[in-house]
């Protein structure tokens, strides 16, 4: 069960809306359910329903008219609560009891209190209620109404227990603030995906990503093509920033403007600074995470992978230090989703969106070094878009398949904090990174599995012994892996080649991490033993180099695990907010 709660000042056209048909035609049969006192009337079910709607308006706006300049200028409290998809149907006499609970859980009218404010619950549709109230009470003062959406929220969690109704996750009071019912329908009229306030959070969010300075982050915001409003104070020293859209205005023809600290909580101007505080790690020379000849971004997805793989070990240790962790990762999936090709940018975006709900809690880290992520982060975005083929395609897999392993352990790391909706939504972003995953890998992986299949008999009845031998020793869970090694075998076989021992890597990838939450042990054992073997991504590349007579390096099989790397190519401005895309 879901309130969202508003506020307003025009209780009439409130009444208007609620009793007509709807944007859509979807309000069918207006009735009331509930009022403060049993006995108001009701549009709905009266002849002459403009009269009634303007003698209900009168009755609710009574005591508004009685306070006069005492009475809060909003002085309309709007609370829709929505049951869950699949919960059976309410009648009007269980909606009017959840319409009491309500009000007497957030303050409006508390029970046995004659002075409570006047308020209605009207229902036009079977899941849904629509409750007004007038803040001002019978004896004239306003009502307190401190946290009254954490209040509602809390009230709906003990109707669903005691209703048995679908149990939502509770919140934490650390998620950004929901879009109004008023930008929503702004957005449906202009024909925008999104509301204009999540179109300014992803931006700002991908602006913030992997910037030195407090400056960068301006600058990026400004090559972003919005608008950007800094209040500064009288010494000079900025306060705090406001963005808004091109085009964004109200009826005064006025840009909208929303505070960074409006869009998420993290997002204030002093949160950006004390995110910004720690630094960045020195970069080594971007040959260091893969061959000279290499383009600049799969060379930043590379030395991406090893720190996100060094992050995912670090959420296993269940200690307070990870929630600041959990930043740096969003900040990687941001620089990833605004540098990706077109075919996983769409699904990258979404997990980014899914993950920053998973990057906020109360849990505070206090040690917590969070500069390889925030660098590597910064080393995609200055590496700048990859093309999505051939060696740049290789490592996006690479480094996507490593990061659903890391929501993965964000997932259990919220849980054992108890953070449901935090968890949920790092479950959400696997979802997402695993479609991306399938997008990215699907030509490089076909390209492996027909090495592996064009293998020798011998040659591949060796690697795949050595795969029997090494997982089974490891205890790993490998339902199906028997049957899909080739990409495995043929994986085994370059590196074996390029002086690597089989065996002896295939047990130091096993090594650096858990793979029970692997969705297929195979593709993540490919990807990090191509990544510690230094062996192309794209099978393809290997092949094209032998046919130009080049001979692949032999580094060692070190992991490279927790450090990163940047191309120093300089940095592309941001693109501009994209519109949300479609959810697969």
């Not at 997805?301 to 990870?322: Q, V």
């Not at 962790?325 to 769409?346: F, I, K, M």
């Not at 390209?447 to 997982?471: C, F, M, N, W």
């Not at 007579?549 to 907010?577: D, E, I, L, M």
């Amino acid at each position: 069960m879901v309130p969202d709660i508003g506020r307003g000042s025009r209780t009439h056209g409130l009444l208007v809306y609620l009793y007509g048909p709807g944007r859509r035609e979807e309000h069918t049969d207006a009735h009331l359910v509930g009022s403060w006192d049993g006995f108001a009337p009701d549009p709905g079910r009266d002849p002459d329903p403009q009269v009634t709607l303007a003698r209900l308006t009168a009755a609710l706006d009574l005591r508004v008219k009685q306070a006069g300049d005492r009475a809060p200028a909003q002085h309309v409290w709007h609370c829709s609560v929505r049951t869950a998809p699949g919960d059976r149907r309410f009648s009007d006499e269980e909606w009017n009891a959840v319409a009491q609970r309500i009000v007497h859980a957030t303050g409006i009218a508390p029970d046995g209190d004659p002075d409570g404010c006047r308020w209605i619950a009207v229902r036009h549709a079977e899941d849904h209620i629509h409750i007004v109230a007038t803040l001002v009470r019978g004896d004239l003062r306003n009502p307190r109404l401190n946290y009254d959406f954490n209040k509602a929220q809390a009230e709906c969690r003990r109707i669903e227990k005691e209703m048995g109704l679908r149990r939502l996750n509770a919140g934490d009071g650390t998620a950004a603030k929901n879009p109004t019912s008023a930008e929503k329908f702004k957005a449906e009229r202009t024909g925008r995906p999104e509301t204009s306030r999540e179109t300014l959070r992803e931006a700002v969010r991908q602006a913030l990503a992997g910037a030195a300075t407090e400056e960068e982050f301006f600058t990026r915001l400004h090559e972003a093509g919005l608008r950007v409003k800094v209040r500064h104070a009288p010494s000079g020293d900025a306060l705090g920033y406001n963005v808004a859209l091109p085009g964004d205005r109200n009826r005064h023809g006025d840009p909208i403007w929303y505070p960074g600290s409006k869009l998420a909580p993290d997002l204030s101007l002093p949160k950006i600074r004390h995110h910004l505080a720690d630094g960045l790690t020195d970069q080594p020379t971007p040959a260091a995470e893969g061959r000279p000849d290499w383009s600049p971004p799969a060379r930043a997805r590379r030395s991406a992978t090893g720190t996100a793989e060094h992050a995912a070990s670090l959420l296993d240790r269940d200690d307070d230090e990870a929630a600041a962790h959990l930043v740096g990762v969003g900040e990687l999936l941001d620089a990833l989703a605004q540098t990706s090709p077109a075919a996983t940018r769409a699904e990258l975006a979404a997990a980014a969106r899914s993950f920053e709900r998973a990057t906020r809690s109360h849990v505070r880290a206090e040690r917590a070094d969070t500069r390889a992520l925030r660098s590597a982060a910064r080393g995609i975005i200055q590496a700048g878009g990859a093309l999505g083929r051939g060696e740049d395609g290789g490592t996006t897999a690479m480094l996507v398949s490593t990061l659903v392993l890391v929501a993965l352990a964000a997932a259990r790391w919220h849980s054992a904090h108890g953070h449901a909706q935090q968890a949920h939504a790092a479950r959400q972003t696997a979802e997402h990174l695993r479609t991306a995953y399938r997008h990215a890998a699907n030509t490089p992986m076909r390209a492996l599995h027909d090495q592996g299949r064009a293998l020798p008999e011998a040659d591949r009845r060796k690697y795949e012994s050595t795969i029997r031998t090494v997982l089974k020793e490891q205890d790993v869970r490998t339902e199906g892996a028997p049957t899909k090694t080739d990409a495995l075998a043929a994986t085994l076989a370059q590196a074996e080649a390029a002086g690597h021992d089989p065996e002896v890597l295939l047990q130091q990838a096993i090594d650096m991490r858990e793979l029970d939450t692997a969705a297929d042990v195979n593709d993540v054992l490919v990807w990090r033993l191509r990544r510690i073997a230094q062996l192309p991504a794209h099978p393809g590349e290997a092949t094209h180099r032998q046919q130009a007579g080049t001979r692949p390096n032999r580094p060692s099989a070190r992991p490279t695990s927790g450090r990163n790397t940047s191309a120093a190519a300089p940095r592309p401005a941001v693109p501009a907010p994209r519109s949300r895309p479609p959810r697969r």
